[in-house]
Structures are given as C-alpha cells and as structure tokens.
C-alpha cells in the first residue's frame, strides 16, 4: 500500500520540498532507497527499522521501496529519517495517511528512536513555507532556529513517539512559539575597540572610511606596527546587520553547521580569519566531493574575510576571490549540481613590504634583494589589487607615542558616524536596492558619484601619471563619495578626490619601485616622467564612466 509523506533538503543554501513515498509488495522482505541517495541516507534503512521497533511500532512486512521525489536531485545527509519512519507507519495506519501529508517532517533517528539534530533547519524551513507548508515538526534542538521563520505552525519534538502523538491530533505539548527575531546590538561579539590601538590616525581613518562605504581595504607595513590588531577592530565599527542581512548570514551558517549550540539568529557580522595554508577549494567551497558547502568568502557574506601576510596565501587562493569581490556570488559546478553561494564581504588583507618586512623601514636593515622583492610582490595580481579601493601604509608607532598616549576615540563614536553615512547612502541607493557605495555598479556611478569640474581635472591628472585602469578610476570615485557622505556633503568636491586618491599611492617602500611591474601598481615616479602632458584616453575607460568626457576636452598638465 501506497504512503506519502514530505520533507526538505537544500540546494546550495535555498531549502526544497522533497516527497517521501514508501510502498510494500509482496516477497522476500527488504528495503530499498531510491532517488539518488548519498551513503547516509542510503544507511537510513537501518536506523529507521531499528527506531520504529525499539519505539514500540510494528514494522512493515515485504518488501518495502522508498522513493525520494525529485528523483533527479541528489540527496544527502539524514535529514530524512523522521519522514521515511512516518511514511513506513501510513502504509497499514498506525498514522493517518491523509493527516501525515500536512506536515513537513525533518530530523535524523537514532536507534531507539530519538530525534537528532540536522543541519540547514532554516534554510529548509523557508523552502518549505514558500511551498506552501505551515506545519512542520522538527527536532527539538532545531526548534530555536525553526522559529525564526514566522507564519508558521511548528512542533518540537524529541522522538519518533512525539510524532506520531502529532499527528493524530496530540500536539498541543510539542507546539513551539515563532516570532519574529529581534535584533539586540548587546549580543554581539566583542572583536575589541579602536582606542586601544596607539597612534596610526592615518590607518583609522582608512578604516572608518572603509567601514562607511563597505570598501575593500590593504595595510603595508613591517611587521609589529598594528596590521592584525587594526583589521580585527574593523567590525567594532562596522553598521549592524539588518533583519534581512541577518537571516540571510544565518542559513549559511546553518548550512554550514556553525549553529550547534547557538539559539536564534546570528546577530553580530562575520570576521573570517583563515589561515594562510589554506586551499582555493576550502577558501570558496568548504572542501572537496560531490556536494559542496559554503566556503569561507561566503562564511564571511556580509561581514569582513582579513588575511593576514596576503602574499603567502598561495596564488590560486589570491584569484579565485576575484570574481566574488566584483559580483558578491560564487557559483560552483559539481557532479550533484551547480550551486550559487551569496560572498558579498569586505576584504582586509595585510601584508610585509618585502619577505623579511623590514624595505624601506629604519628600525632595521632589510636582508632582501630586489629579486626576492619581486618574487614575493609578484604573487599579488594587477586585476587583484584593482578591486583593493583603500592601499595604505602603515609605519611603526615611535616610542614617545607608545608610552605618551593619552587616548583615542572609541569605536561606539566613529560606529555613529559610520552609521549615519550609511544612512545617507541607504537612502540614495534605495531605489537600486543598495547599500552601500561600494556596491554601485558601472553602469550607474555617472549618476551617483558625479564629480564637480575641479575634481574631474584632479582625477584625470592622477590617471596620466598614475596610468589607473578603468576600474580604478571607479573605485576612487566610491571612495570619494564615501569620503563626502562622512563629511556630510551632498557633492563630491576636489578634496574628497584628493583624499581617495592618495589611499591608492603606495610609493614609500623599495618594494613598489622594483616589484609593482609584476602585479599592478606603477610607480608614480616612473609614470610621472613619461607621461605628464598626455591626453586622458577614453579607450582606457569604460563606455559608462562618468570620467569620459574628459577625454575631448581637458589636457593633463
């Protein structure tokens, strides 16, 4: 006899409705799992057999077939567990079938008969309701998760018995309360405050900028200066998430089973810190096989991803971040399917001027020459170092200042302003459903990063001696208005260009001189030299720059 129930699984983070449908004929007993089953799953038989006899259920004579619907999606994992025991007990109703087929059932068996907890409850809670389904039982340790989804009638169970009591009508002990999530700024982590980092103005206000317009931000600097401590002090400062943001950040971490022991919804921003050997697979999708899992660009999805001695992360680590910089998704192709991961994320990365960090330093004498030099620069790609908005410098804080410091901001007062400059980006980017200036695309920075007749000459001036590709010269238009929304200024103006410019000029260290050739960066001297009365040619920038026009009509001087 025919029996069906329902369940969820996940394709990438999105969650789906899967049918459960279980039959018995008659002949030799047996069970089989059909529907492209991974090894866990397939190993259900025996959990689920052992569960409902140890719970004190008859199990089904013959030979039993289970069939999970879509057929042509790959399942995995033992979410399935509860649905494929309840769909056994329809066959001869010991549950009611027509009852059954109202609820979404998820969770995994142990063998006498208690409900584990699975991962990705959120994301297949969601799928499930925007199918259609209101009622849901799932394991009790899920419940707090399961709740984040509103409009929903949820039950939190610990055991195959508790089901079955669901389902015929007793549930009323198991009904678990949803509501919608309310985000408290007091429970988020603590990544430590600004005021503790002596000296270095110039990289704190680098990195306010940074965090007011969601841009990609690179310290240089001989090691022991305050690179780490700067870029872990970076979220102090950083807006708090939104609802939707924050649910989001949620089922990726549910995905990636970074939930356990957590209740509710992740409320302060990620800060990924991977170590420097780690690989191009793990950084973008968690690790190797069929099915894959959200890696670390997208563990750090609207939060911050800082590696730390960027040049010893290998170079096909460095690349494959760059196109999830530029369009905030990674999508991966395996056998199982292709799956898109959301990684927009603020990129901080640090790194010494040279292999033993001290070029261009007086604090001691550097041991590298400039093939070294250039060996260790060249690992960092032009088109990488395109996409870093802010590049600076970050020196080592003289003694008198070390042991004379009378104290600094803390991050709660550069957070106010950080939020209210988000708050004015918000609301100029509303109707593109943006926010923030980092995320402005090619095609509309002519009419939001519009530049006054000043601060046009400024920037084609920098672009003839600086040679600066196409999309640097966007980047330091964001920049620039970032800069002005800080200052409370409705228009760019030269100074805010200025300013902008200046974070991409790293010219005090050696290193740049004799290395930059081989990864992007042209040394402004050199470029200076040949070309200080070029024309700004259009054909180095994009049809929908809004620098264009200078082409025709302005000479660099």
């Known amino acids: 006899m025919l029996s069906l129930a329902f369940s969820a699984a996940m394709l990438g983070i999105e969650g789906y409705v899967v049918r459960v449908e279980a039959d018995s004929a008659p002949g030799t007993p047996g069970f089989a799992i059909i529907g492209l089953p991974d090894r866990a799953l397939g190993e259900a038989r025996e959990r689920v057999r052992a569960a409902i006899l140890n719970s004190g259920f008859s199990y089904p004579a013959g030979r039993l077939l289970v069939n999970l619907s879509p057929a042509d999606v790959r399942k995995a994992g033992p979410s399935f567990d509860l649905a494929i025991a309840l769909a056994l007990l329809g066959m001869d109703e010991q549950v009611g079938r027509a009852g059954l087929q109202e609820f979404i059932a998820l969770g995994e068996l142990a063998l006498d008969g208690k409900l584990q907890p699975v991962s990705g409850i959120l994301p297949m809670v969601l799928g499930a309701r925007n199918a259609g389904f209101l009622k849901l039982i799932v394991p009790a340790c899920n419940a707090d998760e399961a709740a984040l989804v509103s409009g929903i009638e949820l039950y939190a169970i610990d055991s195959l018995r508790s089901a079955v009591a669901v389902l015929i009508g007793h549930g009323a002990k198991w009904r678990h309360r949803t509501a919608t999530p309310v985000l408290d700024a007091s429970d988020e982590s603590v990544h430590g405050d600004l005021v503790d980092v002596r000296g270095q103005l110039a990289a704190k206000r680098a990195l306010e ?166 060996k260790y620069v060249s690992k960092l790609s032009g088109p990488l170092l395109d996409r870093i908005d802010l590049q600076i410098e970050v020196a080592r804080v003289p003694f008198d200042d070390m042991v004379r410091y009378d104290g600094g901001e803390r991050s709660t007062c550069i957070r106010r302003r950080v939020v209210a400059a988000r708050e004015i980006q918000g609301n100029r980017l509303a109707e593109i459903a943006l926010t923030c200036n980092a995320e402005i695309p090619g095609n509309a920075m002519r009419r939001y990063c519009e530049l006054d007749e000043q601060a046009m000459r400024l920037l084609a001036r920098a672009s003839a001696k600086r040679q600066f590709s196409a999309r640097a010269l966007d980047r330091i238009a964001r920049v620039a208005r970032t800069i002005a929304d800080l200052a409370g200024d409705a228009a760019i103006a030269a100074e805010h260009v200025a300013e902008a410019i200046q974070y991409r000029s790293l010219k005090r260290l050696g290193a740049y001189d004799s290395g930059m050739s081989n990864c992007g960066i042209a040394s402004p001297s050199r470029n200076a030299e040949n070309s200080p009365g070029e024309n700004w040619r259009p054909a180095q920038n994009g049809p929908n720059s809004p620098y264009r026009a200078l082409a025709s009509s302005n000479r660099i001087s």
């Not at 990726?252 to 780690?278: E, K, Q």
């Not at 790194?351 to 070029?359: D, S, V």
């Open 209 to 374: 900028i940074a965090a007011a317009g969601g841009h990609n931000l690179l310290l240089v600097g001989p090691p022991g200066c305050g690179k780490t401590m700067l870029a872990r002090r970076l979220p102090s400062i950083l807006p708090p998430m939104s609802l939707h943001e924050a649910l989001e950040v949620t089922k990726i971490y549910s995905v990636a089973r970074l939930l356990v022991g957590r209740a509710g919804i992740v409320r302060a921003r990620p800060f990924r810190f991977p170590h420097h050997t780690i690989s191009q697979t793990a950084l973008v999708v968690g690790g190797g096989g069929a099915l894959v899992k959200p890696g670390e660009i997208s563990l750090a999805h609207h939060g911050v991803l800082f590696l730390d001695e960027l040049p010893e992360f290998a170079r096909s680590a460095i690349e494959v971040m760059r196109q999830p910089l530029e369009e905030g998704t990674v999508t991966i192709a395996r056998a199982a399917g292709t799956f898109t991961y959301p990684a927009r994320f603020q990129l901080v990365a640090s790194m010494n001027p040279c292999p033993c960090g001290y070029r261009g330093t007086r604090s001691a004498e550097c041991r590298c020459d400039d093939a070294m030099v250039a």
